[in-house]
């Protein structure tokens, strides 16, 4: 395949000649006709697109000295401001053909005219050399470095002069994000203050408030007690409404919040209560952001005392929210309300599944996105595990809860934050429901948590093969016995206990002197751990004779007979019965008959499959989060400073692995 032309705006030097040229001699420039546009706007395009955004773009940039002829276009366009007030009503907006002769660009101290009115719409070269250009400005302004030169090139002037004078949505926006960055210096903070009757500032710094990662930035840079001296001014009356309503951003933002009150906030916010009430200025879609929804105008049909009824009819049960009432309706096409305590989770209910979809809406756009992302990879150790417990609860799509809780360690974080020394009971009971819903999300088909119970005072599902080598006449005769450290001694069968394991192979059928004895010990056992061998070497299988060692739901198991018999298991060499008291320890222990106290003590046992069994049955949907909760806390501390097993058997468990299926990769 032919390697792709290369173009001269793939070369830095190109552009910032282009961007220098530009900057010296009119923002227009001729227009290429092979291209049908301006050679600048090829080379503001490649800028953005290509090497600004590359890494360390952004410091070859401002070490070339792009940031000079930028700020020195910005400035141009800052001057070539609208048409004088005197302009007749049919004169056209300036074009950029007479912004490229409206004289050299002003020095940095030079404010251009504040009296010229706002123009609606620049004209469409302008507006796009605009965009680019405050693009490209506002991701330098993301390095401290790019931060404190443009301060120093005088560039902040200029960002509050097209604020002010240019309306178009998405200029204003650039204008704001780029002096939104600034403004994470306190000097910057200072220089914007005092570049404008504050009026497009405020506007944007209140529209900043909007958004979470803004709201922290003007936090750490200064801007509540910026607020807060709004607040106080009395001249800036006409702003209070607007400054109260953003700083309601800042309400689940405890530091905030504490810094706010140690500036005097309650005392201003009585005073705003007792003086006359303003109204928040309609900002329309423009001021919306996911922090702050656009906010729908009521119907004219709505209005008066239509509302009034509505909203009475909500609150007292008649209708579930205001999509359920029109202008048409009447009680008697109404059921009456129900009782009020029933009254009250439907509505909580449906209350706490909006916010929870909203939230996830949320984070499922780009901006959510990206927030989790920051938060996850870069958050304090707190932050990172309150935002890996609620993933679970807000995304919803694959791609999202795979990338975050999977490719980026969310889960992994998750885990591991359990096993902590002395976790909050709290935080247990949300992580239960949190590793829950990611299971169900994960693998929705999964096995069953809950074991179906055995029957215990019903014959047992399978004939018993040891049993006829008990009786009176046994058939066939044993020409074998074990004999136990109690001195009981149990019949058997030399052959069929020889092909039972490679360990009694060895034993009775190999060179040891057991092979000649017809009495041969059996070390370490009791009886009630003697039993389910004897009948496993013998044939049976499933005949009820695992159950007999394990205690009843509500008893030890640590040095129990059921542990001896899975000791012994494992030292006989034989995983069938491993496995046949393993299902019996978690049938009678974790089934109907059991709880979220014996959870615990079945993971006390140390054994790998009963530990996703553990895992599964608290983490089953079955399960109400309130065993849930107290089964996850019984394994925590079951697990103690071991946190390994309990952390590899709850992840087998939500990906799906212990059931044998492939779970997703976790290489993190």
């Known amino acids: 395949m032919a390697a792709a032309k290369s173009t001269p705006t793939d070369s830095l030097s190109f552009c910032l000649a282009q961007l220098t040229a530009a900057a010296g001699e009119g923002l227009g420039g001729g227009k290429d006709t092979a291209t049908n546009e301006t050679p600048l706007g090829r080379a503001l395009l490649a800028l953005r697109t290509r090497h600004v955004k590359a ?30 007030s005197q302009a007749g009503a049919g004169s056209a907006p300036s074009s950029v053909e007479s912004a490229a002769s409206s004289g050299p660009s002003p020095s940095p101290g030079s404010a251009p005219s504040a009296a010229s009115p706002a123009t609606p719409s620049p004209p469409a070269r302008l507006r796009k050399t605009l965009d680019l250009a405050l693009s490209i400005l506002a991701n330098c302004c993301t390095e401290g470095a790019c931060r404190a030169e443009v301060r120093r090139l005088g560039g902040i002037l200029p960002l509050v002069t097209i604020l002010q004078c240019v309306k178009t949505d998405s200029i204003q926006n650039r204008t704001a994000r780029a002096l939104g960055n600034l403004a994470m210096e306190p000097e910057s903070c200072g220089d914007i203050h005092s570049a404008a009757s504050q009026q497009p500032l405020v506007r944007a710094v209140c529209l900043l408030c909007r958004e ?48 706010l009150q140690a500036l005097g906030l309650v005392p201003l916010l009585a005073g705003q209560l007792c003086g006359e009430a303003g109204d928040e200025e309609e900002e329309g879609r423009e001021a919306a952001s996911w922090d702050f929804p656009e906010e729908r105008t009521p119907e004219r049909a709505e209005a008066g005392s239509f509302r009034s009824l509505q909203s009475w009819l909500i609150s007292e049960g008649y209708a579930a929210g205001p999509g359920d009432i029109s202008p048409d309706w009447s009680p008697e096409c109404c059921p009456p309300p129900p009782e009020p305590a029933r009254r009250s989770q439907h509505q909580h209910r449906e209350l706490g599944e909006m916010l929870l979809q909203n939230l996830t809406v949320q984070a499922e756009s780009p901006f959510g996105v990206g927030a989790l992302t920051h938060l996850l990879l870069s958050g304090s150790p707190e932050d990172r595990v309150a935002c890996a417990l609620t993933l679970p609860f807000i995304c919803r799509k694959p791609s999202l809860w795979r990338r975050l809780l999977l490719d980026q360690g969310g889960l992994r974080l998750l885990l591991s934050a359990l096993t902590r020394p002395a976790p909050h009971p709290l935080f247990l009971f949300f992580a239960a429901d949190s590793l829950s819903c990611l299971q169900g999300l994960v693998s929705p088909t999964g096995s069953p948590a809950v074991l179906p119970a055995i029957p215990l005072d019903l014959d047992p599902p399978s004939p018993c093969l040891y049993e006829p080598l008990l009786g009176p006449a046994p058939m066939p005769a044993p020409d074998l016995h074990f004999l136990l450290d109690s001195g009981l001694r149990l ?96 049938r009678i222990h974790l089934g109907p008959q059991g709880g979220p106290e014996s959870v615990g003590e079945v993971f006390r046992l140390g054994r790998p499959r009963l530990a996703a069994h553990c895992a599964r049955w608290t983490l089953g949907p079955e399960q109400c989060p309130r065993k849930r909760a107290l089964a996850l806390v019984g394994l925590v501390e079951a697990a103690g400073e071991e ?20 779970g997703p990769s976790l290489d993190c």
Not at 62 to 83: D, I, T
Not at 643 to 662: C, F, H, I, Y
């Open 643 to 662: 946190a390994g097993p309990l952390t590899e058997a709850l992840l087998a468990v939500v990906m799906g692995v212990e059931s044998g299926g492939k």
């Open 212 to 259: 979470a990662i803004n709201r922290a930035r003007l936090r750490d840079a200064g801007g509540l007690e910026l607020l807060m001296g709004l607040l106080r001014d009395p001249r800036a009356s006409t702003w209070h409404p607007r400054v109260v309503a953003a700083l309601v951003g800042f309400l689940y933002d405890t530091g905030a919040l504490g810094r």
């Open 55 to 84: 890494a360390g773009g952004i410091e070859r940039f401002r070490a070339r000295g792009g940031l000079r002829p930028l700020l020195a276009l910005l400035r141009r366009a800052a001057a070539a401001g609208p048409a004088p």
């Open 491 to 586: 019949p058997a069968q030399r052959a069929a206990s020889a092909t039972a394991s490679p360990f009694f192979r060895a034993l009775l059928a190999g060179s040891f002197a057991e092979a000649q004895m017809d009495l041969v010990p059996l070390r370490g056992l009791s009886p009630s751990a003697a039993w389910p061998i004897l009948h496993h070497l013998h044939g049976c299988r499933g005949c009820g004779a695992a159950l007999g060692p394990v205690p009843p739901p509500g008893q030890p198991l640590l040095g129990s007979e059921a542990e001896e018999a899975l000791e012994a298991a494992g030292r006989f060499l034989l995983p069938g019965l491993e496995e046949e008291l393993e299902e019996a320890v978690g």
